[in-house]
């Protein structure tokens, strides 16, 4: 992501979290003739201890300096949480503690064997991007066209937002997209300039008018696991628990297992696990 295209992002992201605060919020009178949801520019300021010109210039996405200090005085006024001030400092280019990094090539034999082991609950490795490495029997039973997919669609937010139902098979689709898309948006600011990021997320602005609409948000939350619910017409309604563990030594990779979430969904699994796959 270039300096102009970040700045761009970062003038965008502060005008959608300006505009969520009210003014009782912050403790100032409504006033008459609010032509604009949440706050004005100057009453940002004036809360942040920040000159109006400056903070203007700063949603504009001109070119100018913000201190740790300055954006952590903005970041109070507009209420973000722990995920909003990181994305923040991250677009504003101010240097976090940590930063994403991306996982070495290769899966070693040893997570291939946990996999295994790991049947018949469904098991599977993905990347911060949510690519999906490696899997076992189990997932892909539940997954079966995305596992079968090119590399390039080999995705679980792809997956989520582009296959269609007879293929994904969700039924809470909709409920977990908000979440999805914020986590995702949280640990894209972390590799602002990888291009294979940006052309994920360029890809599914196309394809999903969903995704496109909950991307312009510009919500940002710590990742998290949804829990699943499926629709199989030949085994019925499948509820899985999402259970996630990033791999020491392997950073950037994600260990998901899916668990019943009763009797009868874990009877239904068994059932996916030995029936014959469809092309």
Known sequence: ???????????????????????????????????????????????????????????????????????AAVARTLRLSDAERDHLYRLAGVPQLRTGVEPAPGIPDE??????????????????????????????????????????????LWYLFTAPPEHSRILNRDEQAPEVVAGFRYRYSQHPDDPQWRDL?????????????????????????????YDFPEIGELRLRSTGMDLIGRPGIRLVVHTPADDCSRDRLDRLRTRPVDG
């Open 1 to 71: 992501m270039t300096a102009t295209a970040r700045r761009s992002e970062l003038g965008s992201f502060l005008r959608s979290r300006r505009e969520r605060v009210t003014p009782d919020q912050v403790g100032m009178p409504p006033g008459l003739r609010r032509r604009t949801p949440g706050l004005r520019r100057e009453e940002v300021a004036q809360l942040a201890g920040v000159g109006v010109t400056w903070y203007t210039w700063l949603e504009q996405g001109r070119p100018i300096n913000a201190s740790a200090q300055v954006l």
């Open 111 to 156: 997570l291939h064997a946990i996999l295994r082991a790991l049947d018949p609950l469904p098991a599977v490795l993905v990347n911060a991007r949510t690519d999906v490495l490696a899997w076992n029997r189990s997932y892909g039973a539940v997954h079966h066209h995305m596992v079968s997919a090119s590399a390039a669609e080999r995705n679980t």
């Open 201 to 229: 997320v360029a890809r599914l602005h196309d394809a999903s008018p969903l995704f496109a609409r909950l991307w312009d948000t510009e919500d940002v939350a710590p990742p998290s696991l949804c829990d699943k619910h």
